[in-house]
């Protein structure tokens, strides 16, 4: 079982940054990161492999940058150029498989971490 802990959510001004950090209990071959907004279903927003490929919402691309720490089984998602439409609570995944589906479905992830607010006002 691993055990995902994320980090680095809060509020922010339009326009600002802010970098989310997950750090797992355990290796992971992939990981990812999703966001939930109130009354929207949990979507996803980028993930990253031990081999280093990333995926990426078309939402955020240009935007958000997935980075892996492999040694410390850590990942982030620097966030910027925020706005109102980036406010949800983040979510980080992971899981061990090679393969297991589609990067941006729920389903792909067998270990979730308990979530970050991020607010951008």
């Known amino acids: 079982h691993v055990q995902l802990v994320e980090s680095g959510g809060g509020a922010v001004e339009t326009g600002g940054s802010l970098r989310l950090s997950c750090a797992a209990s355990?290796?992971?071959?992939?990981m990812g990161w999703f966001r939930q907004a109130p009354g929207k279903e949990r979507e996803g927003v980028a993930a990253i492999s031990t081999g280093g490929g990333t995926y990426y919402a078309d939402s955020v691309k240009g935007q958000f940058i997935i980075s892996r720490d492999s040694d410390k089984n850590t990942i982030y998602l620097q966030m910027n150029n925020l706005n109102a439409e980036d406010t949800a609570m983040y979510f980080c995944?992971?899981?061990?498989?090679?393969?297991?589906?589609?990067?941006?479905?729920?389903?792909?992830?067998?270990?979730w971490g308990q979530g970050t607010q991020v607010t951008v006002s």
């Open positions: 355990g290796y992971a071959y992939f």
């Open positions: 995944a992971a899981d061990s498989r090679t393969y297991g589906g589609y990067w941006y479905s729920t389903g792909r992830y067998r270990y």
